[in-house]
């Protein structure tokens, strides 16, 4: 369910490292919690963002969450296909419903993240 | 003066013919007088068009979503905007002839013409054919409103460059629209035009839109801007706009430009205070050219009244109806003293979806310096908003920490505009925001909202998830909780 290689942080988004390249999205968990989703608010193209900043909202027929990137950089694209079908990252959270990719400044700052176990384990432990 | 004092009002809008029919059931001998038709801008130009044709929009749009209530529409719905305008038209010629009716059965005399004081107890009345009538009165009533700005930078032609006035008459959609300006009308103008299939770009001076209001009803109009497609230009002015063949290029202040078949100008309104002998008759005028009254809406020229868009205080429809009785009653009464009061003023924002609110909006008050508490409810954690497919907004309370009335309440959402008269009887009478938490409101309807969100005032709403720590800080459009 939770997919190795990728990194975990406790607000419930996932990055994809790709050299200096963070793909970043919200969990399965997350999508879940949500419930379906209808609208992302997406940061702009080039600007910069620093670790833990809130980079953008998604609202869901439930509520509105902050979206957190766990890594700083710059936001090199956004996921234009979520505009027309949000529901991707409700469908296809760790696939075409990723959300940004930012061009990381500081690539050790994704060492910090959970791992697929260490997330499993975060998960089961809020639900306990 | 005798039992029956005679009353000239001049402006037939909806400060001066309300002027005139309270001033008539008080007993008063009243003339009215105008030069165009009835009911004044908002009936002919203004309110009730808009919504006219805001509310056909909300037709098709919820047409176009009839397959998510399981409804099929067998062809994509279109507009007709012969029969859309036609339509409004009906609307306006039916409140004109109802206003009509009741001048008649109150006793006002209705004379057409364009007004003007021959000191202040005399109106001098010229038709269009040039024929000029004395009214002799004891009292006047200045009702005569105001007109958009039109600055010499914009080469307004009726047609490709325009102000609000035409903008309700699109006998042509434009493929894509600039309107200049996102306050109240221009934002209200953008979602119609948008949702009538126009490409919409907005140029905002400041850094929201609705930048008067509360600003996370700011941030909630620019994302559902977002949502829609609406550009929205921020921080910029316009600083050339030229009609070139068939476009008008715009040139905006960070050297961007833009090609559109038409622009819309909508930065405010000028008063109508000039060439009507006011100054001559002792009335005195404002910088702005608004005519200066006291609190009873007396002018400087004793017996001469004024009200509405003319005084330049706030410029909305039913505070010109509320300072016409208050005007009316003075002016009937001759010394007794009925003063106006600004400190409780709904307001609707035709957006899609709409706005209510009334009171303090949380900038104002921090600027004041009060010490406030913030409770808030999202539409989309109510079941009956649910029903309707209808979850984007809010409503937002804003209460004085210490003594917990409600000192503002501004809501986002389906029907705010009906909604926040709850607010408004609550803050009229001095309501602790308890009294609107622990009143039973009947479910499933939209004002549970407001409960939740008066409870939420102090983190007891029920159909809210617990708050992490202290009460969110003020400054942010929801807070991450989740409804049921």
Known sequence: MIPEGLRYHTEHEWIRQENQTAVLGITHFAQDALGDVVYLELPKVGVEVRSGQEIGEVESTKTTSPVYTPVSGKIMAVNEELKEKPELVNQDPYGRGWIVKIQMSDPSEAKHLMDARQYGAYLKEKAD | MGPSPRIAVIGAGPGGYVAAIRAAQLGARVSLVEEQEVGGTCLNKGCIPSKALIFNAEVVELLKRAEEFGVRVISEPTYDVTRMLERKQRIVQTQVRG???????????????????????????????????????????????????????????????????????????????????????????????????????????????????????????????????????????????????????????????????????????????????????????????????????????????????????????????????????????????????????????????????????????????LKIRIGRYPFRALGRAHTMDEIVGMVKVITEQESDRILGVHILGPHASDMIHEAAIAMRLGAKVSDIAEMIHAHPTLPEAMMEAAEDVHGSAIHLTRRKGPPPPAGRAGDGRQGP
Request: glycine content about 12%.
């Open chain 2, 99 to 369: 206003i009509h009716a009741l001048l008649k059965s109150w006793g006002v005399a209705l004379i057409k013409g364009r007004g003007r004081l021959i000191g202040p107890r005399a109106v001098e009345v010229a038709d269009a054919g040039g024929t000029v009538q004395r009214v002799e009165t004891d009292r006047v009533i200045l009702a005569t409103g105001s007109k958009p700005i039109k600055p010499p930078i914009f080469p307004f032609d009726g047609d490709r460059v325009i102000t609000s006035e035409e903008a309700l008459e699109p006998r042509v959609l434009p493929k894509s629209l600039l309107i200049v300006g996102a306050g109240v009308e221009g934002c209200e103008f953008g979602f119609l035009y948008q949702a009538l299939g126009v490409s919409v770009t907005m140029v905002e001076m400041k850094n929201r839109p609705l930048a008067t209001e509360d600003e996370e009803i700011s941030s909630l109009v620019q994302r559902e801007m977002n949502k829609r497609g609406i550009k929205l230009h921020l921080a910029v002015r316009v600083e050339k706009a030229a009609i070139e063949s068939t476009q008008v290029v715009v040139t905006l202040s960070d050297g961007q430009t833009i090609a559109v078949d038409r622009i819309l100008v909508s930065i405010g309104r000028r008063m109508n205070t000039e060439g009507l002998g006011l100054e001559e008759a002792g009335v005195v005028l404002g910088k702005r050219g608004e005519i200066l009254v006291d609190d009873r809406m007396e002018t400087r020229a004793p017996g001469v009244y004024a009200i509405g868009d003319a005084v330049g205080r706030i410029m909305l429809a039913h505070v010109a109806s509320a300072e016409g009785k208050i005007a009316a009653a003075n002016a009937v009464a001759g010394d007794r003293g009925h003063s106006m009061n600004y400190a409780i003023v709904p307001a609707g924002i035709f957006t899609l979806p709409e706005i209510g609110t009334v009171g303090l909006k949380e900038w104002e008050a921090v600027e004041q310096g």
